[in-house]
Structures are given as structure tokens and as C-alpha cells.
């Protein structure tokens, strides 16, 4: 029993204490060896770290609660483009364009729709015809991505609002606009998965799926709803990001999939789903950025991010059997 | 007594799967505060029954009422909205979700906004928890607890809602005695409200312990209803099985020859300890004990599947080292598994190829997989094993399974083996195809196989073998030779009660 | 009587409908366009979809082995910048850089079969960290520079990407060949049976004496192999690189080994659907530019295809179009 608590102590707190361990890593690595001049646990690098997390970070979030439910979204890099580009193209649009800043929170409004709809297409199908979601959004992510260049061919969309660049830049206490959004995204849906009805029925869902059928819940909105809050999720994650940058290119989110699932699964969330925090994917999106701006403050090339960032995942994946391991008692199959 | 309005009322319930017919007209009551206890071997029915009850399956024919009103059930929630609950075998929890939780799983009380109304929640199940006088609280985490535990939660799930009918399956199966007293005064309480009880259990201890009434099951139909005080284990099991006991034992003794097998003080953790026993060539030698008792780990040990921690095992009086199943297999051990749909077939691949799976390697026409040879292998155990599928490109899935079993069985005779294990080798087998098996077991014996039968049905047992093994716990507590043996004694000897008469 | 032709047809149907479409639309596009099924037209469409075809043929094998592979992009540009740049080492030259950087793709698979086939660990979490790692690494190998061959003329190189023999392109050649050759290991050997047991029952085939480890460990080398030999193709057609040339290629690859209709649960699929899975890519893409649609037209209707085409096929199998899910 003190073992298993032991255990579980390691798994929840893995995240938070490799945190430390970087922080602690590049400043001293930092200053002994003077590669750089400044401190790495600088309060402004901190709040631009929170900063540079929260596109990924937002979507991480929404994946999940996909993957709590077993389930995986690979769309979500085409639902955040397709969002930008809805909300950027819109502000030309002529009566929007007549409207001048007050077409803002109309544009954020078509975005937000735009991953909502897109998200519960994925829900639907997934829902209705029974397939796997990760066939479903493997296919979704090329058609997403094709209605992007469709939209606007092959290149940029722009959309400059000066308002809209201020709102984005923003500074409340030092947390610019995106920052924000990010913290108030994981305090909601943390919320929502550790004291709503919903999301514990999430948690039971993916742990036990027929026992939760037999109990009465249905799973198909249930899928859908998620599938939703995804698609809105992206969207958010857009909004928050290109209401600053105001141009979009149609090859924007390529592979944020792959690094929000990878910092889902560094948070500690299960892929066969049932367990997993909100908590935790901020600990493992907050680390991947760490990793960045460590590396390169330590004068290491921006290029070994990658490779750093994967040999951990791949680690992380290993500590986690030993961990689960049953000893040599084991069945060998 | 009759005064009472039934409980729960089954009239004619008929349910069929492609190619069975799984329930075929059973009709029983159960009383308010009766426990009732409902028996058959396995794949007599019972379970089906329980699942049209509970709500899983919808009968094809029949009728069900509840307190006389005739009713329908679409789903498990419908069924425990009718006052049936259903407390399973299997357990059917959520892991990562605490103790309240997985109670009121599906109806978690509710505020505003959508939020979990926690108070509600942890007060309630605490309540249900002191009656059962359980040692966690309501905010335990379900994966923390013991087997024995979760499945108390699973009992306290059936004491949330008034419930009319409770249906216990195989309840003490993971319980040790202590947490046995204490499911037993609930029960007792649960009859004192007037509960009407469905008791399933192979445990005829329990059962007379326990029950008012017993109905019995064979083949999917209902053979009749006794009352508990007035039965005795031996008329139960003639209803159960349809023929005496006696007449199926076995004993013709057929010429045995060399030790083909023999194992010294092999143990394997706490799984099983000094398992000591020799086989030989020529006979049967089976292995009776509850689930649990290590029966299947010996095999799986044997077979390479696990370590031991200690002991040897000689193989025609040399000792080999087997520490994996392509060693077990080369050293002409072979092991027919005890779940056939998992360990046992691809169900997705066609006869042939699972027949000739382990040997695919060495049927070969220079680079490529002899097919010719393959389909004179299957051809051949089609023949003699008396395959039905319609040809060797049948999926194995869509075989019934006494087909599948022999398929499993025609894959480790065309090994050619020293040592051909069969870990029970009828489970969930029509009887037809039962004594098939049981016909070919006895067979392969005097072709001169050196034959392992483990199995949980004592008349199986009983019928095929020439020498059996009783496990408890881990260790072999007794042998005895087919002549010897009664199941009085064999009962004993499984359950830890030492009979050391002999 | 009438019934059992609709059964059987229904039955071509649903075993064969992936290659029932295919020839459906083909027919279409070509009384639409004859030019469509023009020879030349023919091997452009297939020479385009070698790349994409060749790496499919290594996952289906990961895949029916019951597994994922979603490094193949990226080891893709880490094998196309390679063999580019040993190609412009003197030391080296384009015949050593080719095996050379076999050797090494080969090494990153091996690592792949390793973690997934003896260490046990999840396949999609591993292949998803070396798909970030063989990124990082090709950066880092590269400088972040992309590679060229400075004297285009010099060498013979450029012929597995541009190169024909017996008037068939050397890429269409490769991709047949490879498909051929991989297609009767596959469907014919030992090694093929095992690849479809340990995917259609791992435990079974375990008990069966089956080594899983290796057999899934084999199946990434194989998976390497391929994405070596497309990475040549790749390197050789255009004599230059960009470190992020296979990005997004792993998805795109797994669509059409999904469209072929191989399972991602594992033990189904065959090279024969694979290789229909890729030209119904290629060719949608070619009959959608015909028709004078963008490229990007495709993916929307690729996106249609594959869900359309599992529907069906899980619909067949159980019997009801739509999901028993409440």
C-alpha cells in the first residue's frame, strides 16, 4: 500500500518535479558555465513563456478530455487554421468592414463557430457511424486542411485591426492577452472534468466503457460534446494567437496535433483513457516550452529541441511500465 | 407462502444466438424474501438468463414480470429503473473513480450548473457503506481497493435504489471467508426487506447454507424447481447434468508406458508452490481445484509462459530448462490454453492457418509456405477430430465453439507432442460437442499420449481421468487414482479441508 | 435465387468494394476524359505516387503486425538529407552514400522495433517521439541548411528519381518491384503468416510459439527499408532536400494503408489494397487537376473516401449502417 502510494506520488508529481529540474538545470547550466548573461527564472521569460505556451497549451487542454474519453482529435492543427482564417477573412467582409471595431467580437464569434461546427462534424461521425476517431480525424485533418487552401488558395490571408492587435497585447499584471486566456482555459475545464457531472462521466467513460453504457450514460453525445469543446478549443487557440500576429498562412497548425498529444501524454494521461489531469497536461505543456527556451538560453541550437522533446517522451513512456510492472510473476505474452 | 405476489416471474423465456439456443422456454418465480438459488454447469444458461433479466438482452420469446406486472427491458438502466438489479461476475467498475462514484455512476446528484453535488454524494454512499461494514469510505479510490472490496462496491451499487429482485453472480468467488459472513448477513437483510434474491453459485455449501429454493438448468431449458430443505447435493446434480455421476467414471485402465513428464518442487512466486507430480505416457492425468488455486499456472509454467522461481522438470527422465513456449514446443510440450478466443485461435485467420500456425515455419516449399502440405494437415484433422466448418477457409471466428476447440486441439496433435496439456477443454462447449472432447481425450491417452486435463467441472474430471491432482491454494494437497478417488473426497481435498484418512 | 445474387454481390461488395470504387471512378474519369487513362498520363499518375506508395508499403506491414508508424515522414527527410549530403562528401560518393544511408535508416527502425517489439512500449507514443527526435536530429545533422548536389551533371544519381528503363520510369519500376517482392513475403512466406498472427492475436500467436518481439521488431525494419528506398526516390528526383521535405507524409501514408482497407486493429490488409489505397490517392489527385481543380481539392475528397470506406466496411461486419453507440 505505501508502495503504491509511493507510486502514484511519482506519477502525479513526475511532471511538476522534471519542471523543477529544468529550471533548476538551465539556470545553473546557464550561469556556470556564462553561455548566457541573463537569469533563466526571470518573471518576464516566465510570462513570455506562458505566453508562447498557450496556442498549444489551449489545444492541449481540449485533447485531453478527448483522450480522458479514449479518444484522439489529429484535426485540430486544421480546425485552428481554418478558424484563423474565418475570423481574419471576415473583417473585410463589407458590412463587417462597415461595422469597423465593433466586427471584432463578431469575427472571434465566426471563428469560435467555425471550430465548434467542425468539431461536431468529427462528433457526429464518430457517433453515427461507429468508426474509430482516429480514422475519423486522420481524415478530417486532410479535409480541414484541404477547405483551408480552398478557402483562400494557397496564400496568406490578412487581416490588420490595429484594435484588435491591442487587445491581443494587452497586459493585465504582466499576462498578455493569450496568457490569459490560457490560464482561464485550464481553470475552466478543470473545473469541468473535477466537479461537473460531465466530467466525471468522462473519467468513466474511458476507464469502462460498458460499465458506463450499462449505468445509463449515453456515450454518443457525450462523444459529441467533447468533439465540440475541441473544435472550440482550436478555435479559442487561434483566436488568442492571430487576433496579434493578423496573418495566417494556409500551412499554419501543421503537426499541433503531435505536440499537443505529446504534451497530453507527458502530463500523464493514459491513451486507452479513464485517467489523466487538466493539471498535468499544463505541467507537460509548460515543460515542452521550458525544454525551448531552455535550450536555447544555454546557447544549445534550436534544432536538438526536437530531438530532446522526443527522447523524453519515449522515456517517460519507459518509466511508466517499470512503474506498472508486476514482477517476475508476470505472464509472458 | 403462495399468498405472496411473485417477486419476479419468467414465463417461456426463449433467446437464441446464430446456431444455439441459449434459453429455450424457462419459466421460474422468486418469491418476496426468498432466495432463490438458480444452477447448471457452464453454459447451461444461466448467464444469458441473467443478462435478459438484467436488461442486456432482449428475449426472443417470453415473458417477464415484475411484482405481476408484465415488463419489458430495453436496457440495464430500464431494468434497475424496474427495481432488478444486477450485481456481476465480472466486475464493472471504474478504476481511476472513487467508491462514490462508481455507486451512483450514472445518477451522480446534481446542482446547478451541471456540478457534481458532492455533500449528497459521499454522505449517501457512506451510509451504504456502514451498513456493510466495509473498511474504506466513499471517496477510496475503486483501483486502490482489493478484488474482494470492489466487489462489495458492486454490492452496494444493488442497495441504492428499492430494488424488487437481486441477482448475485458467483458472489464469494473472490472473497475470503470473513468478507463472506458479512455479504451473507446483507443478504439476510436484503431478505428480511422482502427482496426476492437470485443466487448463482456452484458452491453447493453455499447453497444449502443460503437458499430457500433451488431451480436447476440444463442445455438452456428449465428442468425444475426444489425446495432446499428437502433436496440433497445428489438429486441437485442429476438435474444439473442429466445422468448419474457414477456411470461416467472411468474406469477401464489402459497399459501405461515410460514417465513422458516429471516435475519437482516447481514453484512460480505465490502462485503455486513444490508442485511435485509425474505423467505418463498412456494416461490421463487430471488437475481438479478451484480458480485461483494455480492449476493454470502450472501449465502456463510448463508450457514457458512463466518463470519459476524454483524447481526442475524432466522430460522423458532428462531435465530441460523451458523458458519460453518455442522451447516448450520443440521439447514436444503442448498447450491447449484455457481461453480459447484469446490464447487460443487468430479468430480472424482461416482453419488452416491456425492449425498450422506453430509449425508454419518447417512447412515450406523453398522460400514460401507449403499450402499444399497445410491443407493435407487440416484435411487430415478435419478427419480425424470430425471438423465441421465448410471448408479450410472458414474464419475461425464464425466456427461454434466445440468447432473452435477442436481446432485448437488439431493444432497441438499436429505438433506431434510428448506432453499434450488441455486446460479446460470444454468451457463453454454445447454437450454434444462435451463428450466429443471427452471421447477424444480418452483416445489420444491410448494412442499413448501423455495427456494433462485441467478443469473446474468435477464430473470431467472425474470422467477422464486416470490419476488426478487436488490443488488449494497453491500446493497439491492430494492425488488419487481414478479407483480411489470419490467426490467427497476430491472436495475436501480442494478446499483446503484435510481429509487425511487415507 | 434473386436474394443469393444480392448476397453474393453484396459480399463482392463489401470484401472487394475498395477495388469495386476503384474501378468505378476510373471508368467515370476516363469517358469523361480519355486522356485520363493515356498511357503517359498512366505512369506520371503512379511515378508521383511512388514516394507516397513505397513508404506504404513498409506500414502496412507495421500495421497488419498490429502497430503504428508515424516516424516515416520525418525519417524520410532524414534519409533524403543523408544520402544528399554523404552524396557530396568525397570520401564518400553517390556509391557508398546510398548503403551508408541505408545503414543508418535501418539503425532508426531498428530502434523503433526495439522499444515497440521487445520493450513492449505503446506504438503510437514511440513513433510519435521519434518522429519529433529524427526531426531534431536531421536539424541538427543539417544545420538547418537544406542540401543540394552542386554539379547536377557530374553524377548518376539523379536516376532513381529520374532515370527510365525499357520506357518505364525508374520510380514506377521501384514501387512495382518493391510491391511485388513485398507482396509474396507477405502473402506467401512463414514470416508474412506470423506478421498477420501477432496482429490478429498477439496473445494467441505468443502461445502459438510465435516470437512477437521479433516478428513486430522485423516489421519496423521493414518499414525503414521502405522509407530508405523513397527517401533515394525522393533525393535522387529532385537532387536537393529540405529538412522538412517528408513532414506530414506519415498521416498521408497511414490514409492510404487505411483506405486500402487493412485494419488499424491489425491482422487485415494486404499489399494488393495498399497499392489500390495509394493509386486511388494518385489517381483522384490527377482526375480532380484534370478536371482543373486545385491539388488541395483532393484532400477534402480524400477525407470523404476513407470515412465512406471504413463505414462500409465496419458496417458490413456488423450487420447495421449505423453505430450501435447510445
Redesign the interface.
Known amino acids: 500500500m505505501n508502495n503504491d502510494t509511493l507510486k502514484n506520488l511519482l506519477k502525479n508529481g513526475a511532471i511538476w518535479g522534471f519542471i523543477v529540474l529544468e529550471l533548476v538545470f538551465f539556470e545553473v547550466a546557464g550561469s556556470w558555465w556564462s553561455l548566457s548573461d541573463n537569469a533563466f527564472m526571470d518573471l518576464d521569460n516566465m510570462l513570455l513563456l506562458l505566453k508562447q505556451s498557450a496556442p498549444i497549451g489551449i489545444i492541449a487542454i481540449g485533447m485531453t478530455v478527448i483522450m480522458i474519453n479514449g479518444n484522439i482529435d489529429l484535426s485540430v492543427g486544421a480546425i485552428f487554421a481554418l478558424s484563423a482564417i474565418v475570423m481574419l477573412d471576415s473583417m473585410s467582409w463589407p458590412f463587417m468592414e462597415a461595422m469597423g471595431d465593433g466586427a471584432i467580437p463578431l469575427a472571434w464569434l465566426f471563428a469560435l463557430l467555425t471550430g465548434c461546427l467542425l468539431g461536431f462534424v468529427n462528433g457526429m461521425v464518430v457517433w453515427k457511424t461507429g468508426v474509430d476517431a482516429f480514422i475519423v480525424t486522420l481524415g478530417a485533418m486532410l479535409g480541414y486542411r484541404g477547405l483551408v487552401f480552398m478557402y483562400n488558395g494557397e496564400n496568406p490571408t490578412f487581416h490588420l485591426n490595429w484594435t484588435m492587435v491591442d487587445i491581443a497585447e494587452a497586459n493585465v499584471l504582466g499576462f498578455e492577452t493569450p496568457a490569459l486566456v490560457f490560464l482561464a482555459v485550464v481553470l475552466v475545464v478543470w473545473l469541468l472534468m473535477t466537479r461537473s457531472i460531465h466530467g466525471r462521466n468522462a473519467y468513466a467513460i474511458g476507464d469502462n466503457r460498458e460499465a458506463a453504457v450499462n449505468a445509463g450514460i449515453r456515450v454518443g453525445p457525450h462523444f459529441l460534446i467533447n468533439f465540440v469543446l475541441i473544435g472550440f478549443l482550436s478555435a479559442l487557440s487561434a483566436v488568442a494567437f492571430y487576433s496579434g500576429s493578423g496573418s495566417v498562412n494556409p500551412n499554419d497548425g501543421m503537426l499541433f496535433e503531435l505536440w499537443a498529444i505529446t504534451a497530453v501524454v507527458l502530463g500523464g494521461t493514459k491513451l486507452t483513457g479513464g485517467r489523466g489531469s487538466i493539471i498535468g497536461t499544463f505541467g507537460g505543456v509548460i515543460a515542452i516550452q521550458l525544454l525551448r527556451k531552455g535550450l536555447g538560453h544555454i546557447g544549445a541550437n534550436s534544432e536538438t529541441v526536437n530531438l530532446v522533446i522526443g527522447s523524453i517522451l519515449i522515456i517517460v513512456l519507459l518509466l511508466d511500465r517499470q512503474l506498472n510492472r508486476k514482477g517476475a510473476e508476470e505472464l509472458k505474452v | 407462502m403462495t399468498e405472496l405476489t411473485p417477486a419476479l416471474r419468467l414465463e417461456g423465456i426463449v433467446k437464441t444466438f446464430p446456431g444455439v439456443r441459449a434459453l429455450d422456454g424457462v419459466s421460474f418465480t422468486v418469491l418476496p424474501g426468498e432466495v432463490h438459488a438458480l444452477m447448471g454447469e457452464n453454459g447451461a444458461g444461466k448467464s444469458t438468463l441473467m443478462k435478459v433479466l438484467g436488461g442486456i438482452y432482449q428475449p426472443d420469446e417470453g415473458k417477464i414480470f415484475i411484482a405481476e406486472r408484465e415488463t419489458v427491458m430495453i436496457s440495464p438502466l430500464e431494468a434497475k429503473a424496474k427495481g432488478v438489479m444486477f450485481i456481476h461476475q465480472e466486475l464493472s467498475l471504474a478504476q481511476e473513480l472513487s467508491v462514490a462514484e462508481n455507486i451512483y455512476l450514472g445518477e451522480l446528484p446534481r446542482k446547478s450548473f451541471g456540478r457534481v453535488d458532492w455533500k449528497t454524494l459521499f454522505d449517501r454512499t457512506d451510509a451504504i457503506l456502514d451498513k456493510l461494514k466495509v473498511g474504506f469510505n466513499a471517496r477510496t479510490r475503486v483501483g486502490d481497493l482489493s478484488i474482494a472490496n470492489q466487489q462489495m462496491v458492486e454490492i452496494a451499487r444493488a442497495l441504492t435504489v428499492d430494488a424488487k429482485a437481486v441477482i448475485f453472480d458467483e458472489p464469494t468467488a473472490s472473497l475470503t471467508d470473513a468478507e463472506k459472513v458479512v455479504l451473507f448477513d446483507v443478504i439476510a437483510d436484503l431478505k428480511a426487506q422482502g427482496v426476492g434474491i437470485i443466487y448463482i453459485s456452484h458452491r453447493m455449501e453455499e447453497i444449502f447454507r443460503m437458499t430457500d429454493r433451488i431451480s436447476v438448468l440444463r442445455d438452456g431449458s428449465y428442468r425444475g424447481t426444489l425446495e432446499t430443505a428437502k433436496t440433497n447435493e445428489d438429486e441437485i446434480t442429476q438435474m444439473m447434468i442429466g445422468r448419474s455421476l457414477d456411470l461416467t467414471r472411468n474406469f477401464e485402465h489402459v497399459q501405461t508406458g515410460d514417465v513422458a513428464l516429471r516435475v519437482e518442487d516447481l514453484s512460480c512466486g505465490h502462485l503455486f508452490q513444490n508442485a511435485t507430480f509425474e505423467v505418463r505416457q498412456g494416461e490421463v492425468l487430471g488437475f481438479y481445484g478451484l480458480v485461483g488455486a494455480g492449476r493454470t499456472e502450472i501449465a502456463e509454467t510448463l508450457f514457458g509462459l512463466r518463470k519459476p522461481t524454483s524447481g526442475r522438470i524432466f522430460l522423458k527422465g532428462k531435465e530441460v530448462r523451458i523458458s519460453s513456449p518455442i522451447e516448450a514446443i520443440s521439447n514436444g510440450i503442448s498447450l491447449v490454453p484455457e481461453d480459447r478466443k484469446a490464447q487460443g485461435l487468430v479468430l480472424g485467420m482461416n482453419c488452416r492457418d491456425n492449425i498450422t500456425l506453430p509449425q508454419v515455419s518447417d512447412l515450406r516449399a523453398g522460400p514460401f509456405v507449403a499450402e499444399g502440405a497445410e491443407v493435407a494437415i487440416y484435411d487430415q484433422y478435419r478427419d480425424r477430430l470430425a471438423i465441421k466448418a465448410p471448408s479450410w477457409r472458414a474464419i475461425a471466428g464464425n466456427l461454434s465453439g466445440g468447432n473452435q476447440q477442436k481446432i485448437v486441439i488439431g493444432k497441438w496433435l499436429s505438433m506431434q507432442p510428448e506432453v499434450l496439456i488441455v486446460d479446460e477443454p470444454t468451457r463453454g462447449i454445447d454437450v454434444g460437442s462435451k463428450s466429443e472432447i471427452h471421447n477424444l481425450l480418452r483416445e489420444l491417452a491410448k494412442q499413448g499420449y501423455a495427456v494433462i486435463v485441467i478443469s473446474s467441472e468435477m464430473p470431467e474430471v472425474l470422467h477422464v481421468s486416470d490419476r488426478i491432482v487436488a490443488m488449494y491454494h497453491g500446493e497439491i494437497t492430494r492425488e488419487f487414482t481414478a479407483e480411489e478417488v470419490t467426490e467427497d473426497s476430491l472436495i475436501q481435498a480442494i478446499s483446503g479441508i484435510s481429509g487425511d484418512a487415507a | 435465387m434473386a436474394e443469393a445474387m444480392v448476397k453474393s454481390v453484396g459480399g463482392v461488395l463489401a470484401r472487394q468494394g475498395i477495388l469495386v470504387a476503384f474501378l468505378v471512378f476510373m471508368i467515370g474519369f476516363t469517358f469523361w476524359n480519355p486522356r485520363f487513362i493515356d498511357i503517359d498520363n498512366v505512369f506520371g499518375v503512379i511515378r508521383s505516387s511512388a514516394i507516397l506508395g513505397v513508404m506504404a508499403l513498409g506500414v502496412t506491414f507495421v500495421v497488419i503486425g498490429g502497430n503504428l508508424d508515424?516516424s516515416v515522414g520525418s525519417m524520410l527527410s532524414f534519409s533524403a538529407i543523408v544520402v544528399l549530403d554523404l552524396h557530396e562528401n568525397p570520401a564518400f560518393g553517390p556509391a557508398l552514400a546510398i548503403p551508408a544511408m541505408f545503414a543508418m535508416t535501418l539503425c532508426l527502425g531498428a530502434l523503433n522495433g526495439f522499444?515497440i517489439g521487445y520493450?513492449?512500449?505503446?506504438s503510437?507514443?514511440?513513433t510519435?517521439?521519434?518522429?519529433?527526435?529524427?526531426?531534431?536530429?536531421t536539424?541538427?545533422y543539417s544545420?538547418?541548411q537544406n542540401m543540394d548536389i552542386a554539379n547536377q551533371s557530374a553524377t548518376w544519381f539523379d536516376v532513381f528519381g529520374r532515370g527510365s528503363a525499357l520506357g518505364i520510369p525508374v520510380p514506377v519500376l521501384i514501387f512495382a518491384l518493391l510491391a511485388a517482392f513485398l507482396g509474396?513475403v507477405l502473402a506467401?512466406?512463414?514470416f508474412g503468416?506470423?506478421v498477420?498472427?501477432v496482429g490478429?492475436?498477439?496473445?494467441?500467436?505468443?502461445?502459438?510459439?510465435?516470437?512477437?518481439a521479433r516478428v513486430v521488431f522485423l516489421t519496423y525494419i521493414i518499414s525503414a527499408f521502405c522509407v530508405a528506398t523513397a527517401g533515394l526516390i525522393q533525393a535522387s528526383r529532385t537532387m536537393g532536400a529540405q529538412n522538412t521535405v517528408g513532414?506530414?507524409l506519415e498521416?498521408?501514408v497511414?490514409?492510404a494503408v487505411?483506405l486500402g482497407g487493412a485494419s488499424?486493429l491489425g491482422?487485415?490488409g494486404t499489399i494488393f489494397k495498399t497499392v489500390i489505397g495509394v493509386l486511388i490517392l494518385g489517381f483522384i489527385q490527377n482526375g480532380l487537376l484534370l478536371a482543373g481543380l486545385?491539388f488541395?481539392?483532393?484532400?477534402?475528397?480524400?477525407?470523404?473516401i476513407?470515412?465512406l470506406a471504413?463505414?462500409l466496411d465496419?458496417?458490413t461486419k456488423?450487420g447495421k449502417l449505423?453505430?450501435?453507440?447510445?
Open positions: 508515424l522499444l520493450l513492449r512500449l505503446n503510437l507514443i514511440v510519435l517521439g521519434m518522429l519529433s527526435a529524427i526531426h531534431g536530429l536539424l541538427t544545420g538547418g509474396i506467401k512466406t512463414p503468416r506470423k498477420y498472427a490478429g492475436n498477439g496473445t494467441a500467436a505468443t502461445f502459438s510459439g510465435i516470437p512477437r513532414q506530414g498521416l498521408e497511414l490514409a487505411i488499424l491482422g487485415s486545385e488541395y481539392v483532393q484532400f477534402v475528397v480524400t477525407w470523404v476513407i470515412i471504413v463505414w465496419i458496417a456488423r449505423w453505430s450501435p453507440i447510445a
